[in-house]
């Protein structure tokens, strides 16, 4: 079961979080999210439990406790939904042209 946890303080590691799930059980995998750019976590993972009652327990034992002054907020995860692909949306829209390209010569 893939378990999300979020409100995570930056100065988690995934090694913190191994520690605190695996008194619950097995774990397959730790992963925290980090910026691209930067390299900095943006405050939640993921946590992978092959075994769903060890997963569930975790989440039971797990939701609301502190880890480096930060309440975890521990629950199953929601499936990834399909966002559509592309930059950053259209032109700014108002009434007189968007945001650029509308000159005439």
């Known amino acids: 079961m893939r378990l999300y946890v979020g409100n995570l303080s930056k100065e988690v590691t995934e090694d913190d979080l191994r520690g605190a799930f695996e008194t619950f059980g097995k774990l397959d995998e730790v992963s925290i999210v980090k910026d691209r750019s930067n390299g900095v976590s943006k405050g939640f993972a993921f946590v992978e439990m092959?075994?769903?009652?060890?997963?569930?327990?975790?989440?039971?034992?797990?939701?609301?406790?502190?880890?480096?002054?930060?309440?975890?907020?521990?629950n199953e995860a929601r499936p990834k939904t399909d966002r559509p692909s592309g930059g950053g949306g259209g032109y700014g829209g108002g009434r007189k042209g968007g945001g650029g390209g509308g000159r005439r010569w």
């Open 50 to 74: 092959p075994v769903g009652d060890e997963a569930k327990n975790a989440i039971a034992g797990l939701q609301g406790k502190e880890l480096k002054g930060r309440s975890m907020d521990v």
